[in-house]
């Protein structure tokens, strides 16, 4: 009789288990659920679209300064990169060759390359010929504005200063018609 109500309560127990794990997906799927709704993709790489791209200031490997109001009038595409990122370097002629094609309509590239233990020199060489580039260490001013949650992480700033794409691919971020 002993074994028979351990058994039970054994059985009780490990359902009350499963009950609070079901309980905690479900609560986690609502959450991602209503994010999406929102507008805000789960895993997207940092702002969402349509948000403004908050205060930064950087400077550019040719001591060029680059702030927010650089992104007033013009798209801007903005690459963000890192040195630790295995995906990163093989990235980068991509983002290169997207950034000739969209400078054709106007559109102005800039790369953020962001330092941690390995060394930037084989990155800067694949990027600083053709578009401007930051070089910055984890957790600098773009980045942080830019909220950026993975690498390579790719932005289309819209003339108004908000983003108007995002994307974890270097092609050009497609621009979301903003609602009227």
Known sequence: MAVLAAAVVLLGGLVLVNLLLTGAVIRKLRKITKESLAGRVPGSPGLAVGAEVPAFSALTVTDRKVTTDDFAGERTLVGFFSTDCPHCLPKAPA????????????????????????????????????VS??????????????????????????????????????ELPAAVPSPA
């Open 95 to 130: 983002f290169v060759a997207t950034a000739r094609d969209a400078a054709a309509d106007g559109v102005r590239a800039l790369a953020v390359v962001v330092e941690g233990e390995k060394r930037t020199a084989e990155l800067l060489a694949a990027l600083t010929d053709d």
């Open 133 to 170: 580039v930051v070089v910055e260490s984890e957790g600098g001013a773009m980045a942080d504005a830019f909220e950026v949650r993975a690498f390579p992480s790719f932005f289309l700033v819209g003339p108004d200063g908000t983003v108007a794409g995002s994307s974890l691919k270097p």
